[in-house]
């Protein structure tokens, strides 16, 4: 047993924490860690991978401040996924390497699909160079 703890181990330990603090906290370091990481593998592997669209309005989503911090949260998750190059099937197995990724990023998107709004959508068209989304999200020629 450490030293200063009760019987049941636990001490004098101070429950009280600002949650929101925390959530914070953690929202701000993964935010960082996708703004740096991002853009250099979204160039890198934008050819060979299918979901580029959804991969950039999530991007754009999450860095949208008027977005609620819970869907903020998510996608950063799902991006720093995206961008880490630790996985559960690696990068550059060719045909699976990128399977995983989507399989979270569609994942995610289907939790907070709402919140990806035509802004976001257009943002993703504009930066891939692809006919601009109308309001109801239908692409024009």
């Excluded at 399977?99 to 068209?125: E, Q």
């Amino acid at each position: 047993m450490r030293s200063g703890a009760g019987k049941d181990g636990i001490g004098d330990f101070d429950g009280s924490f600002d949650e929101a603090e925390v959530i914070a906290g953690s929202l701000e370091a993964r935010e960082e860690k996708v703004r740096a990481g991002f853009w250099e593998k979204f160039r890198r592997v934008a050819g060979h991978i299918p979901f580029t669209d959804d991969l950039l309005a999530s991007y754009y989503c999450a860095m949208d401040p008027a977005t609620p911090t819970r869907v903020r949260g998510m996608l950063l998750g799902a991006l720093a996924y995206f961008i880490l190059p630790i996985d559960a099937v690696p990068d550059f197995i060719a045909g699976f390497g990128y399977s995983d990724d989507a399989a979270i990023l569609a994942s995610v998107i289907s939790l907070v699909a709402a919140h990806i709004r035509p802004a976001h959508r257009a943002a993703a068209a504009k930066t891939l160079g692809k006919a601009l989304p109308d309001e109801d999200g239908n692409t024009s020629i």
